[in-house]
């Protein structure tokens, strides 16, 4: 595939359900990044790998998230327990690498909470 | 698809005419700055990028201008056409690396 590819695109989950956003990254591309997006906001940052390695997670909003890249490629985040806040677009964005800062995203995935 | 535009500033815009979109930085640190535009139910789409060496960086009907003594980037977008209708997002890179910081979006809308 051409770009960033993300499954499932819609998501409804019941509250205390646990999620699992899957990110196909563009194939050859280092970086992977995740982004929560509320609605009528721009893209907050989440996670960032390089490779596998999971370099900066500063951006989960609680232990609750979880990301994991184990083969440097497809990416999943993982939302145990899922609260109403935590509805919203999950983006995923791929890089060439870590000095190439243009991202490339994907269409997101929207996760309703009930 | 849901909007994204949901109470943002918004431009309108006649067909043809030519749009201007600012945006306001935080992060003197930041040596790269980037435009997304988004439509409603899709990703960000990249536009342009600039780094801080540069005030200018044109490409196809787009200029992106950034002053960085007041810290304010801009993105031109000559003979708007329907299809420019979106959301437009600028970033920075607040940390000096390859981590995106957006700014509030703004929408345009594109009127026939």
């Known amino acids: 595939g051409a770009g960033v590819s993300q499954s499932p695109r819609y998501k409804v989950a019941k509250r205390g359900q646990d999620v699992a956003l899957r990110c196909d990254p563009i194939?050859?591309?280092?970086?992977l990044f995740w982004y929560q997006q509320a609605l009528g906001q721009g893209p907050e940052f989440l996670t960032y790998?390089?490779?596998?390695?999971?370099?900066?997670k500063s951006g989960l909003p609680s232990d609750r998230f979880f990301a994991e890249r184990p083969e440097g490629s497809v990416s999943t985040l993982k939302i145990q327990r899922t609260q109403q806040e935590d509805s919203a677009v999950y983006l995923c964005?791929?890089?060439?690498?870590?000095?190439?800062?243009?991202?490339?995203f994907g269409p997101g995935t929207r996760l309703t909470v009930t | 698809g849901e909007s994204v535009g949901l109470h943002l500033p918004t431009l309108s815009v006649q067909e043809g005419d030519n749009s201007i979109i600012n945006c306001a930085y935080s992060n003197s640190a930041s040596d790269y700055f980037i435009w997304y535009k988004q439509e409603s139910g899709k990703g960000p789409q990249f536009i342009i990028d600039?780094?801080?060496?540069?005030d200018k960086r044109q490409g196809q009907r787009v200029t992106v201008l950034l002053n960085k003594t007041v810290k304010h980037l801009s993105l031109q977008i000559a003979a708007t056409q329907p299809g420019d209708s979106a959301v437009y997002f600028c970033a920075e890179n607040p940390h000096g690396n390859n981590r995106l910081a957006f700014g509030k979006g703004n929408q345009v809308v594109v009127i026939p």
């Open positions: 790998f390089q490779n596998e390695a999971q370099l900066d």
């Open positions: 194939s050859g591309h280092v970086s």
């Open positions: 964005a791929s890089s060439l690498g870590p000095k190439s800062y243009e991202q490339y």
């Open positions: 600039i780094r801080s060496n540069m």
